[in-house]
């Protein structure tokens, strides 16, 4: 089986869903990212379209133009109660490590599966994996039936230290998830602000264009030149967070696919649903700052027969 992995452009199937950036150098300068790209969107617009229930149509055609909508007071008063009182009452419980391993740490990480712990979170699966809404909206926005699939909840609680002079997140890098369709969904469980590093999206950054291919051209051979240890990738198309080194769009890429930011700040009980082929990040956080948030992953959807197979 290793020697299968290494046979060029089949590499990424040993995922369990398909991943950004794959490949040699010289696989993606032949256009390897590109076939990726303009593949899986076909195969996407070749799905059927599907309407969302009524009060929620409004923010469906958000969802689908901009690939980014905010849905204030989601839940009842009375569900929200409930979501909320499950995590008030294993919160400190929650476990906080560092966000990514360095060997300075300033942005500190507790994450939980709720799907791992269903006994302590009935209500909050119930109303929230089995929410009609949330999978109407993952329905519309992907192009797909998802009777037959669940999205992965899990707690992602965020703090930064009370060192201001050190940023290790490399999350509040401007990036996309990967390069097709793909649903996230956030429920704030407190308060998100500009400085606790409530949520960005750029509007529309979700749709392609002769622009974002030459992108995703020119960032995945950089993505596999650092990732061979290259030293001669511009340094306008750097970043670093801690120890971390990140390849990131250039301003001139920015210019050309007209990306905007938008900062999502919100009370608790505001939904985030999001559409994460778009380009997005996590604000900064100014010192000592908390953010609190349920996430709903669609991600499982893209997991096939063949590379849960290859993958077991």
């Known amino acids: 089986m ?53 009060p929620y149509t409004q923010y469906a055609k958000i969802l689908e133009a901009e690939g980014v909508v905010e849905i204030p007071q989601f839940l009842s008063q009375e569900d929200w109660a409930k979501v909320r009182g499950e995590y008030d009452a294993y919160k400190s419980k929650l476990v906080f490590e560092a966000y990514k391993p360095s060997g300075k740490v300033s942005m500190m990480a507790a994450r939980l599966s709720l799907d791992k712990h269903p006994q302590d979170f009935p209500e909050t699966i119930r109303i929230m994996r089995d929410n009609k809404i949330l999978k109407e909206m993952a329905e519309m926005a992907l192009k797909k039936d998802m009777s037959k ?71 995945s051979v950089r993505v596999a030149k650092l990732k061979r240890g290259d030293k001669d990738i511009p340094a306008k198309y750097l ?43 996590r604000g900064e956080f100014e010192p000592n700052q908390t953010r609190e948030t349920l996430l709903v992953n669609f991600r499982s959807v893209e997991s096939s027969k063949l590379r849960k197979f290859l993958n077991k």
């Not at 993606?28 to 076909?42: A, D, E, H, S, T």
């Not at 469980?189 to 409530?198: D, P, V």
């Not at 700040?265 to 505001?270: D, E, L, R, S």
Request: aromatic share 10%; proline share 4%.
């Open 149 to 219: 699939y669940k999205p992965t909840l899990s707690y992602l609680v965020l703090h930064k230290d009370d060192n201001d002079e050190y940023d290790d997140d490399i999350e509040n890098i401007l990036h996309a998830d990967v390069h097709y369709p793909t649903v996230k969904c956030f429920l704030y469980l407190g308060e998100a602000t500009k400085a606790n590093g409530a949520y960005i999206y750029a509007k529309g950054s979700h749709k392609l264009s002769a622009s974002r291919l030459s992108y995703e051209y020119n960032m």
């Open 2 to 54: 290793s020697f299968i992995r290494k046979i060029p452009f089949i590499s990424g199937l040993f995922q369990t869903s398909p991943p950004y950036h794959t490949g040699k150098v010289w696989e993606n300068k032949v256009g390897l990212q590109l076939v990726r790209v303009i593949g899986r969107n076909f195969l996407h617009n070749l799905g059927s379209r599907r309407k969302v229930s009524e």
């Open 239 to 281: 970043d670093k967070r801690g120890s971390i080194v990140r390849n990131i769009m250039s301003e001139e890429q920015r210019k050309a696919m007209g990306v905007v930011e938008t900062q999502f700040v919100g009370p608790g009980n505001t939904l985030i649903v999001t559409n994460n082929i778009g380009f997005h990040r």
